[in-house]
Structures are given as C-alpha cells and as structure tokens.
C-alpha cells in the first residue's frame, strides 16, 4: 500500500488537496451566534466533526466543544456557553454526511446528550483499520499524511475550563481541518483494494451501535478486576470501598479514577480477605499526599464492609438459562474457523478481530447457519468462502 507513505508533494501530483496554512477559526460562544453555521451547513452535504469532552476532569461527562469545518471554514461551538440554543443545530446536522475520527465514543456522547442520530459516515479510523495501517490515531496520521504534530497537552486538556485558551483552540481546530483530505486519501486506498463497501457498512453499524449510547450503571458494577477470586470479607469491603469511591467522586465531582485506582481497592480487599483487621486494611495500600483526607471516611467504609455479611450482597448475574458450553466437537469448529479468519487477515494485513471477535467465533461454531446474524455481510462473505464454514 504505496499510499500510505505519500509524501505531501507527491499527493499534491497525484490530485490529493493539501492544505499547509493553519486553520482560521470562528468561536461560536454567544446567544445567537450560531447563525454563520447554520447558514453554512445548509449549502453543504457533508461537514467534518469533533468533540471535546471532560471526562478526564468531572464526574458526569459533558460534551465541552464541537469543531466542524464546512468549506474550509472551521466554527468552534462552546457547548457549555450559557443561553446558546443548539436545537437548530442538531436538526440540520442530522441530515448531513460526517467525516469523523474514532466516532463511537462522540457518537454515544451525543446521543444521550440530545439524541443524535447521524445519517452517514465516514470514519477515518475505520478506515485506517480496514486498510491494515498499525498506527490509526489521528495524530500519528495527521503526521504521517500532512506532516502535522498535534500538541499532546490537548488530549489532557481540561475542555470545561473557561475561557478556552487560543492554544486549546487552535488545536481543536486543528482536529478538524484535514479530515476531509484525509478521507480522500484513505478512501482511494480502499476503493483500489475493493473495500469501500466495508467500510459503508462497519459506519453503519457504527451509528447504530451510537444510538445505544452508554451502557447504563447497573449494581454488580463494583466486581472489578480480579473480585472473582474473594470471598466473604474480601467480597464485602470492595462493595464498601467501591462505593466510598462513587461517593467521594461524586462529591468532589471528579472521575473515580482520580480518587484512587481499582488496583487500590482491589489490595483492600485482598487484605480483608486475608483476615486482617480495618487499620492493617488501610494500611497495606498508599494514598500519597490525599492521605489525611481520605483515610477517616475510608475506614469507616472499611469498617462497614467488614460489619457486613457478603451473603447479602447483589448477587452475581448467573449465566443465561439457555447457554450451554460449546462440545467438543463445537470448540474444534471454532478453531478451523478461526485458523481460516487468521489465514485471511494475514493474506489482508489485517488485524483478526476485524472479521471475527472471539465471542463471535464461539457463536458461529453453535449456530453457523446463523452466520450472517453474528457478522456483518463482507465479515461473512470471506468466512463463507473458506474449508471450515464452506458448504455450510
């Protein structure tokens, strides 16, 4: 895939628009200053879109920024700007063609902000994905393709703070404005190589999976990592301590990363489970510098998860009724099909996964006739071809 290494000038000759000067920008930031995007949206057929999102910074993640770039107009929209109405903004933007970079997450992310629903697609990491490249984030394409380095502190940033600074900005802007080359590119890779259709169809599913938007909390939430493994009192200060930390992040509103990792909580636990009392508990992990903060409200949630009889925790969710181990003969199925997945992602330079995950692998050696069920159509034409499922 010769492509993939074009230098720009080469690009340049070979029709690729290329665009070197920084990126212009309008922040759409005050009651009514949406108008210049709405009007822009409604001469076009397909815009570029990002998100920025805090969820490095709060509790509840909140869509900070939108950046699109519309005829080479790049509009920034604060999402968080008081009295700014986007209602008209998300009825023309669903009617429109997106070019996105690893959409699912800014797909969920404004589904259940206002229930966004995109009516098509093109993502240019699917894309990447698709055409076997092993560095498919959008910096290192945006280098590799335009010799552009985006600053690393933009990924970190805290998008809720305002103002933004013209640092923050110019690098969202920057997210944005070679998309649309970069889709050009990529997609004249795929069409050479026959797999355009692919891509359509992985977009599709892609939106659908958006409209889903994130999976809900449910109460066996706090069985993180290796919580399988504890019994009784290992069992009860987790649920104790896991819910401490919900508390303390929901309270200082900050992820509950930031409070203390799940490996904190999980040598808790382990110390619970080796009978240790509540201040030898505490005492086996560090909390650094947080130390004198935490520890009073921590040790009494030791202290009740210890008080606590685990028999009267939520229970596990047991397997389905209906599911059964594969057989033997299931299990050696599984293997010839996933021997001719990988046969076919090495003659592709593909990753395996793309055709065929392992929970899929497992569905389709119980059910092969209901391959098509499982896999989207071009994962089962190439599957449906090969010695395992062929004849089927």
Known sequence: MI????????????????????????????PGSLTPLLHALEKVDEVALDTEADNMYHYKTRVCLLQFLVEREVYLVDVLAPGLNLEPLWKVLAGKHLIMHGSD??????????????????????AAQLLGLQRIGLASLLEQHFAVQLDKDGQKANWSKRPITPKLLNYAALDVWHLPALQEILARELKRLGRMEWLEQQCRAQIAAGC????PATENDWRIGRSERLRGAGLSVLHAVWHWREAQARRLDTPPFKVCGNSV?????????????????????????????LAPSLTAAIRAGLARDSKTLPRRPGRDPSHVALTQAEIEFQERIRADRDRIARKLEMEPTLIANRSQLAQIARHPKKLSEFL?????????REPALHGK
Not at 3 to 28: D, E, H, I, M, Y
Not at 105 to 126: E, I, Q, W
Not at 376 to 384: C, K, V, Y
């Open 265 to 293: 909580l999980l040598k808790l636990a382990e110390a619970a489970e080796e009978g240790k009392g509540h201040a030898a508990i505490l005492a086996s992990v560090h909390l650094g510098k947080r130390h004198d903060r």
């Open 105 to 126: 997450f800014d797909l969920r992310l404004l589904h259940d902000l206002c229930r966004f629903r995109a009516k098509s697609l093109f993502d240019t990491m699917l």
């Open 376 to 384: 989207l159509p071009w994962q089962a034409d190439l599957l449906r």
């Open 3 to 30: 492509s993939r290494f074009l230098p720009t000038r080469l690009r340049r000759l070979l029709g690729v628009k290329v665009s070197t000067r920084p990126p212009a920008f309008q922040l759409l930031d005050q």
């Open 212 to 215: 889903e938007g994130f999976a």
